[in-house]
């Protein structure tokens, strides 16, 4: 099992910049997949960005050109900035492990809050 931890979030003004992190409890090196997801309160997750083992990156629609997913496996960290933020790009983010079909994992989540 791994467990996540996240940190990073708060509240900026729109059009700043954010950089949230999340550790894990092992290496990342061999995690299939690490993304960032999204949620506001009466909706799902949505996906943020994901990163895949082999590097292969996929960015949600809304944040395309804004973010940036990276990770740093010497330090088992995934990580997101993100820039231009905008007043909908509020809601708790939570990084995400998927590691096997019957193994993956959520963090706790950490709060981002931009304000118009």
């Known amino acids: 099992q791994v467990q996540l931890v996240e940190s990073g979030g708060g509240l900026v003004q729109a059009g700043g910049s954010l950089n949230l992190s999340c550790t894990a409890s092992?290496?990342?090196?061999?995690?299939?997949?690490m993304g960032w997801f999204r949620q506001t309160p009466g909706n799902q997750r949505e996906l943020v960005a994901h990163?895949?083992?082999?590097?292969?990156?996929v960015y949600g629609d809304s944040v395309k050109g804004r973010v940036t997913i990276s990770k740093e496996n010497a330090k088992n960290t995934l990580y997101l900035q993100m820039n231009r933020l905008k007043p909908e790009d509020s809601g708790v983010y939570y990084c995400?492990?998927?590691?096997?079909?019957?193994?993956?994992?959520w963090g706790q989540g950490t709060q981002v809050t931009v304000s118009s």
């Open positions: 990163i895949a083992v082999g590097g292969q990156i």
């Open positions: 092992r290496s990342i090196d061999i995690i299939s997949v």
């Open positions: 995400s492990a998927y590691i096997s079909p019957t193994m993956s994992a």
